[in-house]
């Protein structure tokens, strides 16, 4: 479980309380990196719902940018438990070109 998670969870508009109680078990069982395994039918049993309302609330959760999920597949080519990441963490933006206190990028515009 990750309490970093489910504390960032609790804070989020998830648009309903359905889609705000599977975010918040996602969060559950994530890990300190906001990743976890769960199928659809394991998220619908935990949270006292049908498979296709936990998928709807997931797509929203998706689209909404509150999570991302992949597909994944066993040795022999079987489905898998979804891999869903609970983006918990601000993501980093990265700036290709260092720039100086003025804001002119170094090595342009002059000396850093």
Excluded: F
């Amino acid at each position: 479980m990750s309490a970093v998670a489910a504390r960032w969870a609790k804070k989020q508009t998830a648009g309903g309380s359905g889609r705000k109680a599977v975010l918040m078990m996602l969060a559950h069982l994530a890990d300190k990196s906001g990743v976890l395994h769960a199928s659809v039918a394991a998220l619908g049993e935990a949270c006292e719902m049908s498979a296709d309302v936990v998928r709807d609330h997931l797509d929203h959760l998706a689209k909404s940018g509150l999570i991302e999920r992949a597909a994944s597949y066993r040795d022999d080519g079987g489905r898998a438990a979804n891999k869903i990441v609970v983006r918990h963490k601000p993501r980093q933006r990265v700036d290709p070109s260092p720039q100086t206190e003025t804001g002119a990028p170094i090595g342009q515009w002059g000396r850093a």
